[in-house]
C-alpha cells in the first residue's frame, strides 16, 4: 500500500526583510519537512515579498494542523498566508449559460485527470445543458436570473455554493454579471472574457475587435471583482487573424482560446500558484 | 544582360460584382501581360471586392502608360485602383527622436537588401543620432520641434518630403505627434505603438501594461492618423511576460516587439500589399 | 425558402503558362458563375502552378455536370483538377485506440458545427470508447488488430470504408500503423503525430523530446504515407517548455497541441483547402 | 557616491536530499547575506536538486573570498557550484564569417545596455566584416582557416581567448565547424543553428525545411559539444511559414530568429541562469 505522501503548499506574501527563504526553509526543515517546490518573488519597487513553497509533511504529522501553525508563523514574519493541503481536494462548481464549449473543455479535463479537484456542480440560468451535464454524472442546478428576480436568484447560487462547501467557482461562459454583493460573499470566482483585457472589455467583444480591424484577437482570464473585466489577470492568449475572418470566424476561433486560457487558469488556481495583490497577479511557474 | 523584367502591382477596391476577376486577368493577359499573383478578398457583409494583382508586363511595353491604363480601366469597372511599378523605387524617409533600436533596424535591413525601395532621409527633432546615420551614408535632418515652433518644424519636413520626393515616412519611434494638417498634407505615414492596441494607446504604455497586470505585451504598427494610436493597423505582435519582469523589463522585451513588428509593416506596405479602407487594412499575404 | 447557393470548389495544378487566371476565370464567367474566392500559387523553380477557386454555380445548373465539365475544362489546360460540391457533404470515419482528447475534441467541433461534413463511423481497435461513441450518436466498429490479424481487419477496415462510402479517414490518436496496402487502397487518411515532424518520428516522441532537452514540444498533422511519419504535412504547431516539465507534463501539455492541430488540418481538407504534390503541401488560406 | 551592492550568483547542483533549501539559504543568512532570487528545480526521475541563487553579500564583505567559501560549502553538501560576482563582468569573443546579422544584433544590445558583459574581440575567418567592427571600436581579428591550416588556426584563435581572458564565445553564424580539442580547450562556447533542432542538422537546413515541407521553421542556440549541432539546447523559437515562402523567404525570416533566439541564449548564459548537465540544461526564468 503506496498512499501519495501529505503535502502543504504555502502561498505567503508582505513587506520584504533579510531571511525571508531561510527563515521559512529552517522552519520546514526543523519539522521534518521536505520542501519539493520553493519559489520566490521581489517587487522590488513595492517592497514585497511574494513565496509558493511546497514540501511533504513529516510521516504521522497531522495536515490541519501543521497548516495552522505554519499561518501562525508565517504571521509572526509579518506575512499573509494561505495553506492547502493535498489531503483536501477543491471543490468546483461550474456556472454556464447556453455556450458549452468550455463546459465539456472543463470538465473533460476533469474526467482525464489534469485537476486535483472535483468538480460538484453545474449551475445555469438555463435549461440547455442539464442533459450533458447529467451525461458527465454531475448535478444541475437550473436557477433562472432576470432583472426581478437577480438579488434572489444569486441568494439561492450563494446558499447552494455554501451547501456543497464550494470552493471555487468558474464562470464557463456564464453570460450573467454577478454583483458586487455576490463576489463578496462568494468564494474566488474565475471569469473567461473573450478579448485580450484591456482592450475590449463589455459587451461583443469580438464585433469590436473586427471593427477596430485588429490582427490579434485574444482572451483572458481573471478574478471576477465589482468591476466588469477588470480583476486580477490570471492568464491570457492570443490568435492571429487576417482580413479573411469575419466575425462569425473571430468567434469561432476564439472558442479555442477560451478554451485554452480558462483552463489554464483554473489549473493554476487549484495548483495554489496564484497569488493576488491589488490588481495584478504572481504566478507561480 | 538580363534585367528584371518589369512587373505592375495593382491593388483596387469596389463594389462587388460578378466577374471581376475574369475581367481585370483578362484585361492584362489581352495586353500580353503575365499575371505572377493574384489574391482577392470579399467583404460579404459590406459587398466589397479587393484584389491585388501583379504581373509582367509585354516585353518593350511602357510601364507608366500601361499603369495609367489599367487605372482608367478600374475605374470604368466603379473600382478605385493604385497601381505601382517596379521600374520606380520607393523612396523612404525615417523619422525618429532618441531611441535608436527600430532605426538601426529598418536601415540594416534595407541595406541587406531585404526592402526594394530607397532610404533617402533620416528626421529627427534632436541631434544624437546624427553620426550613426551619416555612418550608414544616410542624409541627416534635425528640425528640433517645440510647442511653439511646432507649426513651423512640421512645414519645414513638409517642404523636405516633398523636395525628396519621398513617398512613405515611417515613424521609427518618433516622439513627437504630428497634427492632422500634416498628416493630411504628407504622404503615408507608419508609426510603431509600443502596446497592443487598442490597449494603451496614449503614452507610457509599458507602465500601463504593468499596472494592469496582463500577461502579454505588444506592438502596433499602424498608419498614422489624426486620431492619436487610432489609425488603420497594419500588423501586431505580442510576446509574454511574467511577474517577474519590471516595467524596464517590458521596456527591453517591447524593443524587440516594436522592431520586428515595424519592420514586418514597412515591409508589407513597401510591396504593396497593404490597403486601407474605413479604420481597417487587407494585408495581401 | 432560402436554400444556400450551390457552390463548387476546385483545385487544379499544373504545369505554368500564361493566362491561368484569365482562363479559368473567364470560363466560369461565361457560364453565370459568380467566383466567392480564388487563390493562386507558382512554384517559380518547379514551374509549377496551384489555383483554388470557389464559386457559386448559374441558377438551376447541375452541380454534378458543372463539376464533370470544369474537369475536362481543366485537362485541356493540362490541369490536374479535383472538384468538390457544396451539395455532397464529406464522410468522415474517426480511427481510435483508447486516447480520447482528440476523439471528443473532434466530435464537438463536428456537433457545433464547424465542419461541413457527416461523421459516419468510429473504427477502433479496442472496445473503449464505444459507449462514448453511442452517446453522441455515432456506430462504433470495434476491429481488434493484431500482429496475425492485421491483414484481415485491414480488409474489413476497407469494406467497412466503402460500405460507408467515406471520404476522409481521421486517425485520432489511432495507435496501429496502416498498412501501403491499406493507404493504396484507402480514401486520404489524416494522421496526428505528437511531435514536431520531421524531429522524433517513430515511438514515444515526446520520451524522445525529453530526453534532447528541447525547449519547445508539437505536433503534426500529415497525410499518412507508406513511410511512416513521413508524409505530406499539413498543420503543425508547438507550445513552450521548460525543464519544470517531466514527460508527463509534455503528455498533458501535447494534448492541447495535438487537439488543435489535427482539428484545423481536418477543417482545412474538409475545406477543399489541400492540395499534395510531392511531399509538400498548399495550404489554401 | 551609491555603487550597486556586490551580488553573487552561485548556480549549484548534486544529488537531492532534504534541507538543502533552508542549509544554502541559512548559510548566507548566517553571513548577513540577503537573497534577491532564488530558484529550485528537482528532476524526480533523477533524484537531482538544481538552484540558483542570487543574494547580496554584506557591506564589507570579499566578494572573491565568499565565492570561494560558498564553493566550499557547496561541495560539503554534495553539490557542485559556480559562482560568478557583479564586480567581475564576464568577457565575450564573438566568431563571425560573412553574415552580419546576428553580429549587428548582439552589439547593437550591448551597446544598448542589455548585457552586463564586455565585448572584446570579434574573430573572423573572412576579412568582411573587419570595417564594421571597428565602427564599433571593436578589435578584429582576421584568422583565416582552411582544411589545411585548421589545427594551427584553432591553436590561434585559443591563445588569443587565453590572452584576452574571455569567458564566453558567441558562434554568431560562424560558418566553421569548432573541432573537439578546441571545444575541450576553450570557456563555454554558444552557437546558433538555423533549424529547430534536432529536425534538419547540419548544412543548409532551410533548404532541407523547405524540402520537407514544414509549416513552422525554427532556430536553436545550443552549446557547442564535439557532435555537430547535438549540444545541450539553451533556447528555441519557430515561426509561421507557407507554401508561399519559397527558400529565399525562409532565409530572410531565419535571420529574425536567428538573431532573437542567439540574444536570449547569450543573456541567459550572461546572467548566470543557465545549468547544464547531461544534455539537458536549466535555464532558470
Known amino acids: 500500500m503506496s498512499a501519495s505522501p501529505l503535502t502543504l503548499v504555502a502561498l505567503l506574501y508582505g513587506p ?3 531571511g525571508l527563504v531561510a527563515k521559512v526553509s529552517g522552519w520546514i526543515f526543523e ?14 519597487e513595492a517592497g514585497v515579498f511574494f513565496q509558493r513553497v511546497e514540501w511533504i509533511v513529516a510521516d504521522g504529522a497531522d495536515g490541519e494542523a501543521m497548516a495552522k501553525e505554519f499561518d501562525a508563523y508565517a504571521r509572526t514574519l509579518g506575512m499573509q498566508a494561505t495553506v492547502a493541503r493535498s489531503d483536501r481536494r477543491p471543490r468546483v462548481a461550474l456556472f454556464v449559460s447556453k455556450f458549452d464549449h468550455c463546459f465539456h473543455d472543463l470538465i473533460l479535463r476533469w474526467k482525464s485527470g489534469e485537476y486535483a479537484a472535483d468538480f460538484v456542480a453545474v449551475v445555469s440560468n438555463h435549461a440547455d445543458l442539464a442533459e450533458a451535464a447529467r451525461g458527465y454524472g454531475l448535478p444541475y442546478y437550473h436557477i433562472s436570473v432576470t432583472a426581478a428576480t437577480k438579488a434572489e436568484a444569486e441568494a439561492r447560487q450563494l446558499a447552494l455554493l455554501k451547501d456543497l462547501a464550494v470552493d471555487l467557482v468558474v464562470m464557463a461562459r456564464y453570460m450573467q454579471v454577478l454583483s458586487a454583493e455576490f463576489l463578496t460573499a462568494s468564494c474566488p470566482v474565475i471569469n473567461i472574457h473573450h478579448s485580450f483585457l484591456p482592450a475590449f472589455a463589455g459587451g461583443r467583444p469580438y464585433h469590436q475587435a473586427y471593427e477596430r480591424g485588429v490582427k490579434l484577437i485574444g482572451a483572458t482570464a481573471h478574478y471576477a471583482t465589482a468591476v466588469l473585466d477588470d480583476g486580477p489577470i490570471i492568464q491570457q ?6 482580413h479573411r475572418q469575419d466575425v462569425s470566424d473571430l468567434i ?10 480558462l483552463a489554464q487558469a483554473v489549473r493554476a488556481h487549484l495548483e495554489h500558484r496564484v497569488l493576488v495583490y491589488g490588481k495584478r497577479t504572481v504566478v507561480f511557474a
Open 252 to 261: 469561432r476561433l476564439g472558442r479555442d482560446l477560451e478554451r485554452l486560457v
Open 31 to 44: 519539522r521534518g519537512g521536505n520542501i519539493l517546490h520553493a519559489d520566490q518573488h521581489r517587487d522590488m
Open 16 to 18: 520584504d526583510q533579510p
Open 237 to 242: 492568449d492570443v490568435a492571429r487573424v487576417t
